[in-house]
């Protein structure tokens, strides 16, 4: 919406402010500001001048006039002209040197076609009042010589043009902005649809509602022995222009500004071109109908809205008309037809034949039903003003009843919704400044007029939850303008907003008193800590899979991993499945990375996978949202939703330790996925024991199953090679796959006490068939070794000949440590020998060199 600044000051009685300032009013009231149009304010030196002599210059390919100008000083201006629109005695605006035009074009004295020219004389275009370029601009002949042109044109205005949201329907009008600025700047406003239509004596054309459901309000007026020559003037045609609107012919140019002006769109029709009743009604099969655009439109039956005379339709209601009835050169008999429509049908309707127009874009938003008596009399009028024409006393007014509704709400209801106290005059007025009713709540009569309320609206829960004594009650009847007014949350908002945002109190919300993290979050945060100290990088993907991807890992036929949940609504026909297992989405990111030239890398994610119960409902039941779900409902959506543990997954390629100056690095193994594995558990207070398994999608002879206790809680390894192949992974990738929900915590992980003495080492190295899981020696020293073993650790595997043939040797060192004492040789070779017996005895170990 475009607004020029002169024409608001028609209708609110602004003190001497900027259109900056208008704006900035404005946008504090809640209105979208897009720029402010400056016009003229660069115009100067541009005068009336008449013109004495007209001499044309022959010789030249278009016609040169070189004039005689009287601009008010000692002797004329000689000009030279290209238009021929004006003759000798013409006042016309004229620029003289030194002046300058709109967008700074300077104007001065110069010889052309072998005359001196001293300024130019100016069309309507070159003054910025429209987009006339035919010729001169001819003033009338009444018009004071020498008259500055800036201020007797008033080229100097500022437009503020407005994005004005869909709720806000008013605003599509000088009158819903005016009372807007009138409000933010608590001044008196004049509504210019405050006028009061003469009796009607008898009716014009017939008409008729057939259909109330597209059309409540229907209204004809009738202008006789209009002037078809007759001209918009130059101040309509120039806030036309600048409201956005192109300037056609006067007749067309009345109903756009009153438009304008009101927020009414109006249609007028050539009366010699109708034929019978004129009634209004839905498109029934087969019809169509010629739009002034000279499109053949296809009309929707039962669903467009017409405006038929007996001919059948002569326009697309609130949208466009038809050629058929449109006013011509010859119209002297002109039907104004104004209208409420309904504006989901107007939508329907200009959405499905993608016509959008000025008219269709208020209907569908909502327009003031009770402006289509005063704005078809405000045009007749106008037709009468400027066009000559005789406005005729009848009307024909065709309506269907239609009850107001009122709103009823606590006075203080606005002031609890801001989190500041507003007091019942407050609220009361300001609803009355937007053009409410308000009456008191604790009088019945008062509230219901002194009849059965028809439309009485009590908002919901709101009104239950902020019940108060009656007195402070009180009941609203919006403005017919404000059809976006429909509850008490609407007024609410009304109040807050011409209050001023800026005056709420900004208030932080209190938190409220909770237990902090679970031991389950808790553990997540300190694994993802871990990993990422350990070199991973976390990464999030999308929960989304597809079978290819189960395809990929080499899952078999009957793997509990390819029953997957399917979407509805998958965003990608690739992906419409739920994921079963994290490696997809970390081994196609890994991919990525890998083909954007980063070699190394080593990634993890934690999430949930899910996993569908056995004998789960295909679809959970789809409820209600007026009540709160019963139990056995909330147990039967349970009972259809899949099983979503929490599992943490990592891989990683390329070097685990980086080479550099210090030398070769390490490349990743099977053995850090294993490792990655350990440090999640060591989080949890959890040691892991290592068992080779075969499980896809991992290397048959580096895989580790994972156990706490009897309890399987992951794998890790290398993956195989067919997997390594399908996804295109670096050789020897490895993965490592938990469920963090398998886990045992019993409450928080107890920090270790910090020993006071010494530490004492021993080293043994252990002879053991080479099919032996290194775990299971390891579990073997660790209990042979008893309460004194602090820690264990691998530091070497041999399987040279010293080790002989089918065996190898793994060398240990073991940490001991008392907590109360320093322990002796004798000690600690004990505890050695305890550990080496019981290995011996488990897995046959000897010591290496015995």
């Known amino acids: 919406m475009k607004a020029p600044l002169s024409w608001l000051r028609e209708y609110v009685d602004l003190p001497p402010v900027t259109a900056q300032e208008v704006a900035d009013r404005l946008t504090a009231a809640g209105l979208t500001l897009e720029r402010i149009i400056p016009y003229g304010h660069d115009v100067k030196n541009v005068v009336v001048g008449e013109v004495l002599e007209v001499e044309e210059l022959a010789g030249f390919k278009k016609p040169i006039r070189h004039c005689k100008v009287e601009v008010g000083e000692a002797t004329p201006r000689e000009i030279v002209c290209g238009a021929t629109n004006f003759v000798a005695g013409d006042r016309v605006p004229v620029v003289l040197p030194g002046g300058v035009l709109p967008g700074g074009f ?48 008033g080229l100097r205005d500022d437009v503020i043009e407005m994005e004005i949201s869909p709720d806000i329907s008013y605003a599509l009008s000088m009158r819903g902005v005016a009372r807007e600025v009138a409000i933010a700047f608590d001044v ?103 739009t002034l655009d000279h499109v053949v439109r296809t009309l929707h039956p039962g669903e467009d809205i017409l405006i038929t005379d007996e001919s059948g339709p002569i326009s697309m209601a609130g949208t466009m008309g038809g050629l058929a009835t449109e006013i011509s050169d010859d119209t002297v008999d002109i039907v104004i037809e104004a209208a409420h429509f309904s504006a989901p049908g107007i939508s329907r309707e200009s959405r499905k034949h993608k016509l959008i127009s000025e008219s269709s874009k208020r209907f569908e938003r909502g327009v003031d039903r009770e402006l289509p008596l005063v704005a078809s009399w405000r045009a007749v009028r106008l037709l009468a003003e400027l066009g000559g024409a005789t406005a005729q006393p009848g009307v024909t007014h065709a309506e269907v009843e239609v009850s107001p509704a009122r709103i009823a709400i606590p006075a203080d209801y606005p002031g609890r919704v801001a989190g500041a106290p507003y007091s019942k005059e407050t609220v009361v007025r300001r609803l009355e400044q937007l053009g409410c009713t308000v009456a008191d709540g604790s009088d019945p009569a008062v509230r219901t007029g002194g009849v059965e309320p028809t439309a009485v609206i009590t908002g919901g829960e709101v009104a239950s939850k902020l019940a108060v004594d009656g007195d ?135 999430g949930l996978v899910f996993r569908p119960r056995e004998g789960a409902p295909a679809t959970a039941p789809v409820l209600g949202v007026e009540r709160r779900p019963t139990e056995e409902e909330l147990a039967s959506i349970a009972a259809a939703l899949p099983d979503q543990p929490q599992r943490v997954a990592a891989v990683l390629a390329g070097e685990f330790d980086r080479s550099g100056w210090w030398g070769s690095g390490r490349q990743a193994s099977w053995a850090d996925a294993v490792q990655a594995a350990r440090q999640v558990a060591a989080e949890a207070g959890i040691e892991l024991s290592v068992v ?21 809680v992951g794998h890790a390894g290398e993956l195989h090679p067919r997997v390594i192949e399908a996804y295109g992974l670096p050789p020897r990738t490895g993965a490592m796959e938990l469920e963090l929900s398998r886990l045992p915590l019993d409450g928080p992980v107890q920090a270790p006490d910090v020993p006071a003495y010494p530490v004492a080492t021993q080293d043994v190295a252990l002879i053991v068939p080479d099919f032996t899981p290194e775990a299971d020696v390891a579990a073997a020293l660790r209990d042979g070794a008893g309460e004194l073993l602090e820690s264990i650790r691998l530091f070497d595997v041999y399987t040279g000949s010293q080790a002989g043939e089918g065996h190898k040797s793994l060398a240990y060192t073991l940490r001991f440590r008392a907590h109360d004492r320093t322990l002796t040789v004798e000690e600690t070779t004990a505890a050695r020998d305890a550990a080496v017996a019981v290995a011996a005895d488990r897995v046959g170990a000897q010591l290496r060199g015995a």
């Open 106 to 153: 300077e104007v001065g004295a110069r010889k052309t076609y072998g005359r001196m020219s001293e300024g130019m004389i100016c069309s309507e275009r070159e003054l910025g009042l429209g987009d006339d370029h035919d010729g001169i601009m001819v003033l009338p002949a009444d018009t004071p010589i020498g008259t500055d042109v800036v201020e007797l044109l």
């Open 188 to 290: 008196p406003f004049h509504d210019p649809a405050g006028l009061e239509p003469p009796t009607a004596q008898g009716s014009a054309w017939p008409a008729r509602i057939a259909d109330p459901t597209a059309c409540d309000r229907f209204v004809l007026r009738e202008a006789h022995g209009f002037d078809p020559e007759a001209t918009s003037p130059l101040w309509m045609r120039v806030r036309l222009n600048r409201a956005g609107v192109r300037p056609v012919s006067l007749a067309v140019d009345i109903t756009n500004y009153v438009m304008l002006e009101m927020g009414q769109p109006l249609h007028a029709f050539d009366r010699a071109k109708l034929t019978g009743e004129i009634v209004v009604r839905r498109a029934e099969p087969g019809e169509t109908l010629e």
């Open 472 to 606: 402070d009650m009180i009941t609203v009847t919006p403005p017919s303008w404000r059809t976006d007014l429909t509850d008490p949350n609407d007024l609410a908002e009304e109040v807050i907003r011409l209050e001023g945002y800026a005056e709420l109190p900004s208030v932080l919300p209190k938190a409220p008193a909770g237990a902090g993290l679970t031991e389950e979050q808790r553990l997540r945060r300190r694994v993802g800590r871990a990993l990422a100290g350990a070199g991973y990088v976390e990464v999030l993907s999308y929960p989304f899979i597809g079978q290819a991807d189960l395809d990929n890992l080499q899952l078999p036929a009957d793997d509990p991993r390819r029953h997957a949940m399917r979407l509805a609504n998958p965003l990608s026909d690739d992906e419409p499945l739920m994921r079963t297992t994290l490696l997809p989405g970390l081994l196609k990111t890994l991919v990525r990375n890998v083909g954007r030239g980063f070699s190394d890398v080593a990634l993890f994610e934690t």
């Open 692 to 712: 080779a398994d075969q499980h896809e999608p991992w290397h048959p002879g580096r895989c580790a199953a994972l156990y706490v206790g009897d309890t399987l």
